[in-house]
């Protein structure tokens, strides 16, 4: 898993998340909108 900085204000302790769609951590699937943020490929027509 590949882990990038970004607390989470409402979370005591959290200050990190995982990055999408890298190594082992799968992306979003059906991610239309936004995709870069959650390793989602381009959808096909």
């Known amino acids: 898993m ?4 970004g607390r ?3 979370l005591p302790g959290v200050r990190y998340h ?3 769609g ?3 951590c799968a992306g ?3 991610r ?5 943020k959650y390793g ?3 959808p096909k027509k």
């Open 28 to 30: 979003v699937k059906d």
């Open 8 to 10: 989470v204000k409402d």
């Open 18 to 20: 995982t990055v999408r």
């Open 22 to 24: 890298t190594l082992d």
């Open 32 to 36: 239309k909108q936004g995709r870069s």
């Open 40 to 42: 989602a490929k381009r």
């Open 2 to 5: 590949l882990i990038r900085g």
